[in-house]
């Protein structure tokens, strides 16, 4: 059988191995049809422009973006927080989601990606809405639970940084995260090798961080302050709702 992306644009390329899908040509109908028709130009530019990235895979596919946006608009989010910036697709999808009011935490560990696609975000108008810092988010987090108006006050919450700490991320956020708001985590599927058995040949990279994602996966699926649905999407997309 022909490859289905023979000929076709890096971008388009990208777009089409981040996801879990079987079949490529379906995950392509599904972009042509309901998601690239509804994005807006300023979230194709900062893909377009994240595609050229050496590291652009790390970034959320344009399906993810939109079902996010989706979700904080049926929350009527208003305040929320994300681990892991990047050029900034996923915090732009944020602050175009949220009310003119709203506002987002962005952190990331340094601001150098960040600052690619910040001209793209002011562009759009929606700047002020970001709260960009720069730093681990570990004690970024820590010095927001000493803040007492922060605690429980945060309605959703978005991670996609490093899967060493996603334990340790999570758990603050829970203390943020008010009761019955939304912390969405991603790559809790790590392109299906979670449900590979223990002698699967993978990279030393994806073994690794596999074990992280396995542990975070298990915990959230036992913990009662929550309820919880994995999702298929993009590299696995866990939500998980704060009930206590």
């Not at 990235?53 to 994300?82: V, W």
């Not at 990331?108 to 690619?116: A, G, K, P």
């Not at 961080?209 to 396995?214: A, D």
Request: proline share 5%; with cysteine.
């Amino acid at each position: 059988m022909a490859d289905s992306n023979q000929g076709a644009s890096p971008i388009a390329n990208l777009e089409t191995q981040k996801h879990l899908l079987q079949s490529d040509v379906l995950y392509q109908y599904i972009l042509e049809t309901s998601v690239y028709p509804r994005e807006p130009e300023c979230l194709k530019e900062i893909r377009e422009l994240t595609a050229n990235h050496p590291r652009a895979r790390i970034a959320i596919p344009s399906h993810e973006g939109q079902f996010l946006m989706l979700i904080l608009k049926l929350t009527n989010a208003k305040k929320t927080i994300e681990i892991g910036v990047f050029t900034g697709y996923s915090l732009l999808c944020t602050a175009l989601a949220l009310p003119p009011d709203g506002k987002v935490i962005g952190i990331d560990i340094n601001r150098e990606s960040y600052d690619l696609g910040r001209p793209i975000i002011e562009k759009a108008g929606i700047a002020h809405k970001i709260d960009f810092r720069e730093g681990p988010a570990l004690p970024i987090l820590d010095e927001l639970i000493q803040n007492e108006e922060m605690l429980e006050s945060f309605d959703f919450a978005f991670v996609d940084a490093d899967k060493v700490n996603g334990l340790n991320y999570y758990e603050r956020l829970l203390r943020l995260v008010k009761i019955g708001g939304l912390i969405c985590i991603d790559n809790t599927l790590w392109s299906g090798t979670v449900a590979e058995p223990p002698n699967a040949t993978m990279d030393e990279h994806t073994r690794n961080n596999r074990e992280y994602i396995i542990e975070l996966n298990e915990a959230l699926a036992a913990d009662k302050r929550i309820e919880i649905n994995q999702l298929p999407i993009g590299d696995g997309l866990t939500l998980c709702r704060r009930i206590s």
